[in-house]
């Protein structure tokens, strides 16, 4: 199982962002994949999760109306599309592999992890 991601930049207030997971190594329709955020000085946090058997969805409360996460058709890339930024948006962002296939943000359904991407989000 190889999770990478990529996307991860500086941005302004207010802007945009996409991250990418491309996945590999395993069965996107039987997994689900999570995106994870941990900020300088904190734990890290569930940020949204799609679930590869159904194509349902999970968000934090704090990301809800901002973030969406969706995946291509061929299901080897799953994607976080980031609107509306904000400076506590700023951390370190994770893929993960969910062996379960239902969409989580609790880091115990994961097994794999990627190596994470930087996002800075100054005000």
């Known amino acids: 199982v190889q999770l990478v991601e990529s996307g991860g930049d500086l941005v302004q207030a207010g802007g945009s962002l996409a991250l990418s997971c491309t996945a590999s190594?395993?069965?996107?329709?039987?997994?689900?994949v999570g995106w994870f955020r941990q900020a300088p000085g904190k734990e890290r946090v569930g940020v949204a999760g799609?679930?590869?058997?159904?194509?349902?969805?999970i968000y934090a409360d704090s990301v809800k109306g901002r973030f969406t996460v969706s995946t291509n058709n061929a299901k080897t890339t799953v994607y976080l599309q980031m609107n509306s930024l904000k400076p506590e948006d700023t951390a370190v962002y994770y893929c993960?592999?969910?062996?379960?296939?239902?969409?989580?943000?609790?880091?115990?359904?994961?097994?794999?992890w990627g190596q994470g991407t930087q996002v800075t989000v100054s005000s």
């Open positions: 799609i679930s590869g058997t159904d194509g349902s969805t």
């Open positions: 190594g395993f069965t996107f329709d039987d997994s689900a």
């Open positions: 993960a592999r969910g062996p379960g296939g239902w969409a989580s943000q609790d880091e115990w359904d994961f097994d794999s």
